[in-house]
C-alpha cells in the first residue's frame, strides 16, 4: 500500500473510551445491518507479504480488498485502528490471506456495515465487546515548568491540517494528537494527560522506519536515519512526553469463525 497515510493507519480518530461492561455476544453483522447485493470471497495464494493494490476502494457501496487477513478485515470491519485489539481466533486468522469483494447501489455509502455483514454472512463471525488491561501510553508535558516545545504555539494562520507520512502539521487540539496520529502510529491507545485545552499550531516530523515500542525505561530507540523517532521527535518538537504504562482498552473479541466457501 506504500508509505502514505493509510499505510501509518491514520484513518480518523481512535474511539479510546472503553467500556463499561462487556456487550453481550452477537454476530459481526446484526438483521437490521445492510448488506452487498453482490459478494465474492477467494483466498489469496499469491505469496506476496503486503496488503491491497491499485484497485483497493471502500466508497459509494463498492468494496474491493486484496490480499488481507481475516483480522485485518474485522478490524476494517468495526473501524478499529489496531490489529492487537482484535482478540481470539485461530491461526490462520492472520495466516491465510483473502480477496473480498461487495457490491451495492453506487449511492450506498455504509460500506463498513456492509463488510460487517459479509463477514457474518460468509466467515460466521460471531463477536462481542469487552474490556481489558493491556499497555497504553500516556502524554503529558515533558518539563516540569511545564513550558513548551518549539514546535507546539498558540493558534495563529497556520495553513490547513497536513497529515503525511512522517509529519503533522496544522492547528488542532491536542485529542487530535493523540487520537488521530499517536494512537496509530506507536499502535497504543494513548490518553491525553497534558491538561492541555483549545486548538494550538502543532508541527511534528518523525521516521516512519524507527520501532515504535519502548524500552522499559521509556528510552525511545535511535532510529536510522536523520529524522527522529516518534518518541523523541514528540519530546523535542513538542515539549510533551508518551509514557508507558496500562490501562482499560476495549477489544473485540471472536468467538466464533469458519473458513469460507470460496465463490
Not at 499505510?7 to 446484526?30: D, K, R, S, V
Request: glycine share 10%; charged share 25%; hydrophobic share 40%.
Amino acid at each position: 500500500m506504500g508509505k502514505n497515510l493509510r499505510h501509518a493507519g491514520i484513518t480518523g480518530l481512535l474511539a479510546a473510551a472503553a467500556c463499561a461492561a462487556a456487550l453481550a455476544q452477537a454476530p459481526a453483522g446484526g438483521p437490521t445491518d445492510p448488506a452487498f447485493e453482490v459478494t465474492s470471497v477467494k483466498q489469496n495464494k499469491s505469496g506476496v507479504l503486503g496488503m491491497g493494490g491499485p484497485g483497493d476502494r471502500m466508497q459509494n457501496g463498492q468494496l474491493r480488498l486484496t490480499n488481507r487477513p481475516l483480522r485485518v478485515l474485522i478490524r476494517e470491519a468495526f473501524d478499529r485502528r489496531r490489529t492487537n485489539e482484535i482478540i481470539g481466533g485461530p491461526d490462520w486468522v492472520d495466516t491465510n490471506r483473502w480477496d473480498v469483494l461487495g457490491k451495492a447501489d453506487s449511492g450506498t455509502r455504509a460500506v463498513f456495515p456492509m463488510l460487517r455483514t459479509l463477514l457474518a454472512d460468509r466467515f460466521k463471525l460471531i463477536t462481542h465487546h469487552e474490556t481489558r488491561e493491556m499497555p497504553i501510553y500516556e502524554l503529558v508535558i515533558a518539563r516540569r515548568d511545564r513550558k513548551l516545545g518549539p514546535s507546539l504555539r498558540p493558534p495563529s494562520d497556520m495553513p490547513r491540517l497536513q497529515i503525511t507520512f512522517g509529519l503533522f502539521k496544522g492547528t488542532a487540539p491536542i485529542a487530535m494528537l493523540t487520537d488521530g496520529l499517536l494512537a496509530s502510529v506507536v499502535q497504543r491507545p494513548v490518553v491525553d494527560r497534558t491538561g492541555l485545552t483549545g486548538r494550538y499550531d502543532i508541527e511534528l516530523h518523525w521516521t516512519m522506519d524507527a520501532p515504535t515500542g519502548a524500552s522499559e525505561t521509556n528510552a525511545p530507540p535511535a532510529p536510522p536515519g536523520d529524522a527522529p523517532s516518534i518518541f523523541t521527535a514528540v519530546q523535542e518538537q513538542l515539549g510533551l512526553k508518551l509514557e508507558s504504562t496500562k490501562g482499560p482498552v476495549e477489544v473485540l473479541v471472536i468467538d466464533h469463525v469458519e473458513r469460507p466457501t470460496e465463490d
